[in-house]
T-cell receptor, first 115, second 112 residues
Framework: DTEVTQTPKHLVMGMTNKKSLKCEQH?????MYWYKQKAKKPPELMFV???????INESVPSRFSPECPNSSLLNLHLHALQPEDSALYLC??????????????FGDGTRLSIL | GQQVMQIPQYQHVQEGEDFTTYCNSS?????IQWYKQRPGGHPVFLIQ?????EVKKQKRLTFQFGEAKKNSSLHITATQTTDVGTYFC????????????FGTGTRLTVIP
């Protein structure tokens, strides 16, 4: 069982749709992350939030819009996606973003398909 | 940019055989973490290595961090079918924040 919960588990959407991915953790972690993972590839970092503020944006296109409403929740808003955006989207959390050593806890992911 | 390469990309072993995956970085690392991702699953944290030359063991798994802190290895003794999955090293560059760069991964198949 994962301590990071992601919804929905699967999402199929058209290129003109607007949808949101949700992530929740109740471990008291203050850093949260979005990753994108294509089949047979490693996870690629998209965004990092630290204490509810955007800390890192790895040059992600603006059609992906992250939001951190509070310390337990992380959203990823999707709009006008392209077929190549089809992937597994993973949320992760860690205690905090520092220069110390923090293992990351991953959710099960949302498998996104763009038609 | 940061690159972390893993070899081999794929490994098929007979159950009971040993398995090793190697992780190599072009830059000195602050630390290295290892994750396992089962087919259809999500990455699960296994261990973290911090010190130069560090060796850690978890039952049949042995993890090593190179003296120069640029490479690492994971060795599994007497593989079992439950070991199936993709093993990723994940590195944080020296002086970097908590953004991990995942290695390319090694997919392990264990033949019963």
């Amino acid at each position: 069982d994962t301590e990071v919960t992601q919804t929905p588990k699967h999402l199929v959407m058209g290129m003109t749709n607007k949808k949101s991915l949700k992530c929740e953790q109740h471990m008291g972690h203050r850093a949260m992350y979005w990753y994108k993972q294509k089949a047979k590839k490693p996870p690629e970092l998209m965004f990092v939030y630290s204490y509810e503020k955007l800390s890192i944006n790895e040059s992600v296109p603006s059609r992906f819009s992250p939001e951190c409403p509070n310390s337990s929740l992380l959203n990823l808003h999707l709009h006008a996606l392209q077929p190549e955006d089809s992937a597994l989207y993973l949320c992760a959390s860690s205690q905090e973003i520092t220069y110390s050593n923090q293992p990351q806890h991953f959710g099960d992911g949302t498998r996104l398909s763009i038609l | 940019g940061q690159q972390v390469m893993q070899i081999p990309q794929y490994q098929h072993v007979q159950e009971g055989e040993d398995f090793t995956t190697y992780c190599n970085s072009s830059t000195t690392l602050s630390n290295i973490q290892w994750y396992k991702q089962r087919p259809g699953g999500h990455p699960v944290f296994l261990i973290q290595l911090v010190k130069s030359g560090e060796v850690k063991k978890q039952k049949r798994l042995t993890f090593q961090f190179g003296e120069a802190k640029k490479n690492s290895s994971l060795h599994i003794t007497a593989t079992q079918t439950t070991d199936v999955g993709t093993y990723f090293c994940a590195a944080r560059p020296r002086g970097g924040a908590n953004n991990l760069f995942f290695g390319t991964g090694t997919r392990l198949t264990v033949i019963p």
